[in-house]
């Protein structure tokens, strides 16, 4: 992990197996199947559910920076706590969970290479056990939004300069033949296929079948060898509703070095349906 362009970013099993009782560092588990934590899981581990815990139940955007700063509180979060997260299916709402907590300026959080299999895999223990830690007191004191999220204009001003768009959905979606992923369909929407520009690299692609990350060789070879990628430039990337593109997000962002790379967590649910978006098929 040492080759990438932020390896303090992205912890081993091990390291969480040794620091899963620092009162300085929160172990987070953040699944697509937010049943998976009651089955089992890291010991000393909290869950943060990306639909309760971080979606605003009325308006499709996340939580008030006050109802962040009371689950943070609630799990024991302070803004000092090193969180580390984890998650099923190869980190992708672990991502994207380490993309919110980002969005709301908490700076210190890392990601457990190779997720909850990888933890399975090796053998390691899991506990039903929810542990109770003492409330702590956060506080939201700085936001990102403007430097990591994209919304549909700056989205539509982007394509129009001709600037990078990665979508990362699968090629079925890219093309138009598929309105959803399989099992999907609530989350689908009226049109198939891309906005204008954008190139396809599915977000799986960048992960190992172990669920760990691809070298940093590897992950040039598929942005900048196959896409033309360029660290220096201004780059998007969607999905259906911006979980997936999150994965892709953190590899360009801290595995690459992008210092300029948004999530358009609308995506392809907001763009798809919108009076006079532009499309390609």
């Known amino acids: ?24 560092v929160r172990v987070v588990e953040s699944d697509e199947d937010i049943l998976l934590y009651d089955t089992g899981h890291v010991p000393q581990t909290v869950k943060i559910d990306w639909q309760t815990d971080l979606q605003d139940a009325l308006v499709r955007d996340y939580v008030s920076k006050e109802r962040f700063e009371q689950i943070l509180s609630e799990k024991g979060i302070n803004n000092d706590t090193t969180v580390v997260f984890y998650g099923d299916k190869s980190n992708w709402w672990a991502c994207y969970a380490f993309w919110a907590f980002e969005l709301f300026g908490h700076g210190n959080s890392k990601i457990m290479n190779g997720g909850r299999q990888k933890w399975i895999d090796e053998g390691r223990p899991l506990t039903k056990d929810v542990p109770d830690f003492p409330r702590a007191s956060y506080h939201v004191t700085q936001s990102n939004e403007e430097k990591i999220r994209a919304f549909r204009d700056e989205v539509l001003r982007h394509t129009e300069a001709a600037r990078p768009l990665i979508d990362v959905r699968s090629p079925g979606e890219f093309t138009g033949e598929l309105l959803h992923m399989a099992d999907y369909p609530q989350e689908g929407a009226l049109r198939g296929g891309h906005i204008p520009g954008a190139k396809n690299v599915p977000w799986s692609r960048a992960a190992n079948e172990d669920q760990t990350f691809k070298s940093r060789e590897e992950l040039q070879g598929i942005y900048e060898g196959e896409v033309g990628l360029r660290p220096d430039q201004d780059v998007i990337a969607y999905c259906r509703i911006g979980e997936r593109s ?30 006079r978006a532009p499309i390609e098929k």
Do not use: C, Q
């Open 1 to 24: 992990m040492s080759d990438y362009a932020n390896p303090d970013v992205l912890v081993s099993t091990s390291w969480v197996a040794d620091h899963i009782n620092d009162p300085n």
């Open 246 to 275: 999150a994965h892709t997000w953190f590899v360009l962002k801290y595995l690459l070095g992008y210092d300029k790379v948004r999530n358009y967590d609308g995506s392809w649910t907001e763009w798809g349906n919108v009076v």
